[in-house]
């Protein structure tokens, strides 16, 4: 009865930690394929196909606080900002985190961007991925620009 109660103990705490590990992994492997065909959409400043990657109903919050709701509103917002941004020579992204959620996951990461005329922002995203027909599409995704803190005075 005793080594009963011990193997118990063992799977309570064993296999979940087994089975997250695999979760997160294939979670993590799946928003990196995601990232592909939209890295390749940035560069080529395609925001019709940008925003066919979101769901219909998709939301931006853009790195000013703004919310792009809808496929319509997203491409028109992506075309701005591609001629605001100018050549954009280098788009780089990677998955800090990532997890399941039903059908859909949740992801966290960053993305660095450089372009002519000085172009270089680095900034960290979340994006949450529901299920839409037979694809993931991008339900919402909140950019924030990586700023350096405020350094304190010094008390005088």
Not at 10 to 22: H, R, T, W
Not at 37 to 42: G, V
Not at 106 to 125: M, P, Q, T, Y
């Amino acid at each position: 009865m005793r080594n009963l109660g011990v193997a118990i103990i063992f799977l309570a705490f064993c296999v979940p930690a087994v089975a997250q590990e695999k979760f997160d992994t294939g979670a993590k492997a799946t928003v990196q394929t995601l990232l592909v065909p939209y890295r390749e959409a940035f560069l080529k400043k395609d925001a019709a196909a940008l925003s066919q990657m979101f769901a219909v109903n998709g939301i931006w919050i853009t790195i000013a606080g703004a919310e792009i709701h809808g496929r319509a509103q997203i491409e028109q917002t992506f075309t701005g900002v591609f001629k605001q941004m100018g050549d954009i020579t280098t788009y780089e992204e990677t998955v800090d985190h990532a997890e399941a959620m039903g059908e859909g996951i949740w992801a966290i990461g960053h993305a660095v961007i450089k372009g002519g005329s000085g172009l270089a922002l680095n900034n960290h995203w979340t994006k949450v991925y529901i299920p839409e027909g037979s694809d993931l599409k991008i339900g919402l995704l909140s950019i924030g620009i990586n700023a350096t803190p405020p350094t304190s005075q010094a008390k005088q």
